[in-house]
């Protein structure tokens, strides 16, 4: 037993000394550092900027970006940054423009959604967003008002979250190749002498989201799913429906679980959707998710955009879709005749 028990000390003993040269390296990592606030965006800026940089995101992977309050570990960050890349759309990005411009006036910051149709309201109201041809087609909510997106931006005074805009941009293949290219932009305008190999990254990583964006709308057509319902417990997937013509309808209102008759009257339109899958934050609601799911005659899935891979978390949300309408297909289920009209005369 001897000889056992010294491998087995000696094999915790080797994997202690790892894991502190790993942290020992990650403390004495020397390389400048570029801010931004989500996963998703680290991931475009390390695929643009290389090993020249490293990129530290503010919002924890898997955090809800509506509610997350910046700390001093937010700050701490920030203290070494030469740029922080802001997509300008939720409080906490306000909050922190505020600290920067009072701590660290000399930081320079920069929109990375420059070019980007931002998404309004849709937060707020039973919303079915995603007509063709780059805008959103929504359902009246109670007030009988039509609320879909707008050309600015507005804050919502007095709001929780301080939303401006939909900040889920990275639900859109779109939108990230617009995101990359103006990143290659701000580090060209950074550090000026290596522009070429900014941009020749940047070019490359648009030709793949270019590629997924033509095979994502190619497999959404040939099954069918164009035109058809989503239902989103969180409205997190408005900018894909937008772009590739779904309708979603969302079941909570303003970050807020909907009310009982409220809740009622939105699995009613559902119902009368057919739809086509049911998408839930991951690690939220996953019962309730399911369950009405099961109500609806279709299947949940979670989806998570605030992390890594955020192509291949799109990606999933596709295949989703894409089953559920062949399984409709193959029960013989139609689009209902209105979404059907609407979409084809816009």
């Known amino acids: 037993m001897r000889p056992l028990v010294f491998l087995r000390v000696a094999a915790a003993l080797w994997l202690l000394l790892a894991a502190a040269s790993c942290g020992s390296r990650k403390e004495s990592d020397t390389r400048p550092v570029i801010a931004v606030s989500f996963e998703s965006q680290k991931e475009i800026v390390e695929r643009i900027a290389g090993d020249e940089y490293r990129v530290v995101a503010l919002l924890p992977p898997g955090s809800d970006p509506e509610m997350f309050d910046p700390d001093m570990r937010v700050m701490k960050a920030l203290e070494k940054a030469e740029i922080y890349l802001t997509t300008s759309t939720l409080g906490f990005e306000q909050q922190v423009g505020e600290r920067i411009r009072a701590n660290y006036p000399s930081l320079k910051v920069t929109d990375l959604t420059t070019g980007i149709d931002i998404l309004m309201h849709t937060h707020e109201l039973a919303s079915a967003s995603g007509a063709p041809g780059g805008h959103s087609g929504c359902m009246e909510d109670a007030d009988g008002h039509d609320h879909g997106h707008d050309h600015g931006r507005e804050e919502r005074h007095g709001a929780s979250s301080h939303q401006v805009g939909d900040p889920h941009l990275m639900s859109s293949l779109r939108n990230a190749e617009t995101v990359a290219r103006n990143v290659a932009e701000a580090l060209s305008a950074l550090n000026p002498a290596n522009a070429a190999e900014y941009y020749a990254r940047c070019s490359a990583l648009a030709a793949e989201l270019h590629r997924d964006d033509l095979l994502t709308d190619s497999l959404l057509t040939v099954s069918g799913a164009k035109g058809g319902m989503i239902v989103v417990m969180h409205p997190s997937l408005s900018y894909y429906a937008r772009d590739y013509g779904i309708l979603q309808l969302p079941l909570e209102t303003d970050g807020k679980e909907a009310t009982p008759r409220q809740l009622e009257q939105r699995l009613r ?19 309730q998710a399911r369950e009405i799911a099961r109500s609806l005659g279709t299947q949940a899935y ?21 089953k559920g309408a062949t399984q409709q297909a193959a ?9 059907a009209t609407s979409n084809q005369d816009k």
Do not use: C, Q, W
């Open 331 to 339: 029960a013989g289920k139609s689009l209902p005749a209105a979404s």
């Open 302 to 322: 979670p989806v998570m955009l605030n992390g890594s891979d955020f192509i291949g978390r799109i990606n999933d949300v596709t295949h989703a879709i894409a």
């Open 269 to 287: 339109l559902a119902a009368d959707g057919h739809p086509l899958a049911l998408f839930y934050e991951a690690g939220h609601s996953e019962r």
